[in-house]
């Protein structure tokens, strides 16, 4: 079965330190990643989606940057966090092809201060 | 511009009612509809989902209703249990634009209580 891993679960960091998420998925080849930001009281954001390795499109203009060095691994960077990317970040991932069904991560509650 | 619309933030239901999550959205090209639950710090899981093709999908206590013309879907839940009890997401596929197959558009949630 697939299994989809993000750590760290939370993280507290200084406005303007540097940023790394880590997701990887398992038990599937070729995935469809997505990393989305869930920002208090808000939805689900959309922003960046992969359909290969070095492969990544960006949805909405920002602080932060992807990474899909391996097949199965996502990441998400920053060079200088600002108070707003505080947030809930999740990583998802889908078949490759036409799907729509999306499998989330677990996320990572990060708090910027 | 926000798409897909959840304008109940929370709904309170007893338990072994119906619970029903209504979602609207504006853009005639979205092909898949679905619905995701939520609890606290934990990533949403996906529920049930539907194709613009299909009016009903039903599926044990879950069942969604898409009403094209109106742009409106629900999903009903029962009967609703104390578990059930978290955020109810409403997400749309497609939309037209570039890569629309691989992004889903998603509500701001509706968070349902199941009182026991």
């Known amino acids: 079965s697939q299994t989809i891993h993000q750590w760290p679960a939370t993280l507290v960091q200084p406005v303007g330190s540097p940023l790394s998420l880590e997701c990887t998925v398992e038990?599937?080849?070729?995935?469809?990643l997505y990393w989305y930001r869930q920002a208090a009281g808000r939805g689900l954001q959309l922003l960046f989606y992969?359909?290969?390795?070095?492969?990544i499109s960006s949805e909405v203009p920002q602080n932060l940057s992807a990474s899909r060095p391996q097949d199965r691994q996502f990441i998400l960077s920053s060079k200088k966090l600002l108070l707003s990317d505080s947030g809930f970040y999740l990583c998802?991932?889908?078949?490759?092809?036409?799907?729509?069904?999306?499998?989330f991560g677990p996320g990572t509650r990060l708090t910027v201060t | 511009d926000q798409q897909v619309k959840q304008n109940s933030p929370s709904l309170s239901v007893q338990e072994g009612r119906i619970s029903i999550l209504n979602c609207d959205y504006t853009?005639?090209?979205?092909?898949?509809f679905l619905w995701y639950k939520k609890y606290p710090a934990e990533g949403p899981t996906f529920l049930i989902s539907?194709?613009?093709?299909?009016d009903k999908n039903e599926d044990g206590r879950f069942t969604v209703f898409l009403n094209k013309s109106a742009k409106h879907l629900s999903l009903h839940i029962v009967p609703s249990q104390p578990g059930d009890s978290a955020v109810y997401f409403c997400?749309?596929?497609?939309?037209?634009?570039?890569?629309?197959?691989?992004?889903?558009?998603f509500g701001k949630g509706t968070l349902l209580t199941v009182n026991p």
């Open positions: 998802a991932w889908s078949v490759t092809g036409d799907s729509y069904e999306q499998y």
């Open positions: 038990g599937t080849s070729n995935p469809n």
């Open positions: 992969s359909v290969g390795i070095g492969q």
């Open positions: 853009n005639s090209m979205f092909d898949y």
């Open positions: 539907i194709s613009s093709i299909k």
């Open positions: 997400a749309a596929r497609g939309g037209n634009s570039g890569g629309s197959n691989y992004k889903l558009t």
